[in-house]
C-alpha cells in the first residue's frame, strides 16, 4: 500500500525551527527518490528539499530559499524521512508535502509520483 504521513507542522515564531516527518509504508520507502514540497496561498507548489539514494551513497538537494537553514534526512529503520527546519522565516509559511517516486535521477524540480496530504506551517513574525 503506498502511503506517506507527514507530521510536525505548527505554529512558530521567526527564527524559530520545526522538524517535520514523513512515516512511509515499506513499499514507498523503498523508492530511491524522496523530497519535501511546499505550497503557500495563491502560489504554486514548489521543492523545498530532495534526496536522491544511488547505488553508493545518496545526494541531497535543496531551494536556494532554504540552504543552510534546512536540512533533509532519513531513518531507513524507521521508514521514515526529516525536514529539519531553522532559523524559519515568515515566507516559510506553506502547507508542507512529502513525496516519493523510483527514479534514475531527482532533485526539487522533480515531480513525484506519491505524495503525502501535507502539514501545515505558519510562521509569524
Known amino acids: 500500500q503506498v502511503q506517506l504521513v507527514e507530521s510536525g507542522g505548527g505554529s512558530v515564531q521567526a527564527g524559530g525551527s520545526l522538524r517535520l516527518s514523513c512515516a512511509a509504508s515499506?513499499?514507498?520507502?523503498?523508492?530511491?527518490?524522496m523530497g519535501w514540497f511546499r505550497q503557500a496561498p495563491g502560489k504554486e507548489r514548489e521543492g523545498v528539499a530532495a534526496?536522491?539514494?544511488?547505488?553508493?551513497?545518496?545526494?541531497?538537494y535543496y531551494d536556494d530559499s532554504v540552504k543552510g537553514r534546512f536540512t533533509i534526512s532519513q531513518d531507513n529503520a524507521k521508514n521514515t524521512m526529516y525536514l529539519q527546519m531553522n532559523s524559519l522565516k515568515p515566507e516559510d509559511t506553506a502547507m508542507y508535502y512529502c513525496?516519493?517516486?523510483?527514479?534514475?535521477?531527482?532533485?526539487?524540480?522533480?515531480?513525484?509520483?506519491?505524495w503525502g496530504q501535507g502539514t501545515q506551517v505558519t510562521v509569524s513574525s
Open positions: 513525496a516519493a517516486d523510483a527514479l534514475r535521477f531527482c532533485d526539487v524540480g522533480t515531480d513525484f509520483a506519491y
Open positions: 515499506s513499499y514507498v520507502y523503498s523508492s530511491n527518490c
Open positions: 534526496i536522491y539514494t544511488g547505488v553508493i551513497s545518496s545526494t541531497t
